[in-house]
């Protein structure tokens, strides 16, 4: 099984911390809670004296030992003795140089809770032991706590989501005000400027009939002035005038009367 999620991302975060005081034995189970993982560090010891710190680390759902051993591969399909047995898992190098995960099958994990001895022959130049006494309360209570601040984990990781996603509709609701504002605004600018080329041009209608209206009256202006002022040089009507008014009318027409025989 590949080691995925919160027990990678946190493989660099606590395998240095409290390692050189951890001892073997019950007192090694000493549960420590990170961001989404929890994490308890035990020292494993060769006959000469040389020792090989581990951790065990859990979210909840799995258990991985986190290790460093200079040189460790990418991937590797490595056993781990439990009393003397042993059980295999999936080996994955993490990013940090020589740091790596091996997710605990629940056969492992099993025999782990209640074996009392655990060895590892590749962790080192010689191989390491350390005692698994309290193990089954330790490893029920690192899952316990793994599952805990998982959980708190991914409520974070929820609201984080949920706020992600209301921020996106309160981004998408006000782009679409915003689009549908400038629309409005468009078409009341069209309407304005369609106004203002219908007053534009009535009221170049209306200067043009005020200028022909105001010709109209000069030039009725200009007739009346002349003829007053013929009036005043010839008298009442003008010579013209008055030989029109000094014509008799013409004589009435009448027409012949044709009579037809019987």
Not at 7 to 30: C, D, K
Not at 170 to 178: G, H, L, S, T, Y
Request: hydrophobic share 40%.
């Amino acid at each position: 099984m590949a080691v995925a999620g919160p027990l990678g991302a946190h493989a660099a975060g606590g395998l240095s911390a409290g390692l050189s005081g951890a001892t073997l034995g019950a007192a090694a189970w000493a549960i420590t809670p990170d961001d989404a993982v929890c994490h308890t560090e035990l020292e494993l010891v060769s006959r000469s004296g040389a020792i090989a710190p581990i951790a065990f680390v859990s979210d909840g759902d799995h258990v991985a030992l986190r290790f460093t051993k200079a040189g460790a591969p990418t991937e590797a399909f490595l056993p781990i003795r439990i009393d003397g047995k042993p059980y295999a898992n999936l080996v994955q190098r993490e990013g940090d140089e020589g740091l790596a995960l091996m997710n605990l099958s629940d056969e492992t994990l099993s025999a782990l809770r209640r074996g009392k001895t655990l060895q590892i022959a590749w962790l080192s130049d010689e191989a390491v032991s350390a005692n698994l006494a309290g193990a089954g309360q330790g490893f029920a209570d690192l899952k316990s706590c793994g599952a805990q601040v998982m959980g708190q984990r991914r409520a974070r990781d929820a609201q984080a989501e949920n706020d992600r996603l209301r921020q996106q509709a309160e981004a998408r609701a006000k782009a679409v005000a915003d689009e549908q504002l400038r629309a409005a605004r468009a078409q009341t600018a069209t309407a304005e400027a369609e106004r203002d080329r219908v007053t534009a041009e009535a009221q170049k209608v209306k200067a043009q009939a005020d200028q022909l209206a105001a010709q109209a009256e000069e030039s009725r202006q200009r007739t009346l002035a002349e003829q007053q002022r013929q009036q005043a040089y010839y008298g009442y009507y003008p010579p013209a005038q008055q030989a029109q008014q000094q014509q008799p009318p013409p004589a009435p027409y009448y027409y012949p009367r044709y009579y037809y025989p019987r």
